[in-house]
Structure formats: C-alpha cells, structure tokens
C-alpha cells in the first residue's frame, strides 16, 4: 500500500516551458486535491476533485489545469511556467475526513 | 474570507520544555480541526484531529489539542518537547465551502535543542 505518490520529485523549468506532475493513489478515496506551499504561506489549494470526472478551482488555480484521468490519478499541469510557479507541490488524496500526502514535487521555475 | 491564524512563526525550544502553538480559525459554523505535521524533507503526516465530542483531542507522539469554541481556537500543546519534534506544524479547518476542502495557517516552525 504506497498511499499517494508523486512524480518526479524534482524539477527545473525555464520560463515559458510546459510540464505535468503526476499524482496517483491506491486508498480508493473519491476525493484528490493539488496545493502548492511556499515559505510563510502555508499549503494554498490549487484545484481538486470530489470524484472522477468532476475538477474543481481552488484559492490560486491562475496557470495552472489539472486531469482526473480516472479514480487513482490526478494530474497537474503548467503550460507555460513561469517564475512565481517556484514552490513545492503537494498532492492529497482525503477519505474518512482525513487527507494523506504525496513527498511532494519541488519545482523551480528559471 | 475564511482564514487560519498561527500565531507564532518560529519557535526555538530546549529539550524537555512544554510547547504550545496557538492557532485561531475565522468560521463560526460547525468545523472539523486538524494539525499536520512535516518533518524536514517530508511529506505532512497528521498528528491529530477533532470532529466533535470531547473538545480535548490526544494525538500521535504525545501530543494533544483543546478546541475552545468559544475562542476560535484549536491550540497544540506537548508537555516535554523531544529533539525528534523539530519539524513545521500547520493548523487546518475544513472550508465552509464543504468538508472536502481545507484551509491551512501559515505554518509554525519549531526547533528543539538538545
């Protein structure tokens, strides 16, 4: 049982580049989400999904489109990255109340 | 709009000391009230949560949380403080949006010397 995982656990862009982050899980929990976490910022909610199917905008989704491309996996992608895209991003997937973390994909964007 | 204060940002201890991070949540309505924790390069763990019944809440590691409804307030609290709890700590309130999603503080980093 790995939980969350998260694909690739590093990354360097240059401005204007375009990349996806992959995030599958294997608790069979309907609801995923993507944060983005900065320095005195906290965790900010990027977009999530209640279900399959279904996305949702969160707090800063400007930049940003995600895929649920079925119940395991929620899929983040940049289309053109730019440099305040820097930061460390999360996937969770939530069941029972609870939400259970990815290692996180840190991205630094030149 | 919905927001989550943690008060302290940075908090330096020595060994054995007791630690309380305070964090104050803005929604008035029913919540369900989490602390995460993440140790250094990892990922957020859950130390403890509270959804209703008793306002005193015992977590993992020794840890315990007080929900005063009254105050907004869901502080963290350790009576002796271990090397090993160095890490950042974030407080966590489900939106009013729905249940499904959550609002984090800022986060508190604390350092324990030994």
């Known amino acids: ?11 360097v862009l240059k401005t204007g580049q375009s990349m996806t982050l992959q995030c599958a899980q294997d608790m069979n929990h309907n609801s995923m989400y ?17 279900s399959e199917g279904t996305t949702d905008k969160g707090e800063v989704p400007n930049g940003y489109n995600v895929s649920r491309l079925n119940k395991r996996e929620f899929s983040l992608r940049l289309e053109s990255a730019a440099p305040s895209q820097t930061s460390v991003y999360f996937c969770a997937s939530q069941g029972a109340g609870e939400q259970f973390f990815g290692p996180g994909t840190r991205l630094t964007v030149l | 709009a919905q927001s989550v204060s943690q008060h302290n940002h940075h908090v330096i201890l020595s060994e054995a000391a007791s630690l309380e991070l305070g964090c104050n949540y803005s929604y008035g309505g029913t919540v369900n009230l989490f602390w995460y924790v993440q140790y250094p390069g990892q990922h957020l763990q859950l130390l403890l949560k509270y959804f209703s019944g008793d306002p005193l809440v015992k977590g993992i590691k020794g840890f315990e949380a007080e929900f005063i409804k009254s105050k907004f307030s869901f502080n963290l609290r350790k009576p002796s403080v271990q ?31 030994p």
């Open chain 1, 1 to 11: 049982n790995a939980g969350v995982t998260q694909t690739p656990k590093f990354q």
């Open chain 1, 34 to 50: 993507w944060y983005r976490q900065d320095p005195g910022m906290g965790l900010r909610l990027i977009y999530y999904s209640a």
């Open chain 2, 83 to 113: 090397w090993s709890d160095t890490a950042e700590y974030f407080c966590a309130v489900n939106s009013m949006w729905g249940y499904n999603k959550l609002i984090f503080g800022a986060g508190t980093r604390l350092a324990v010397h």
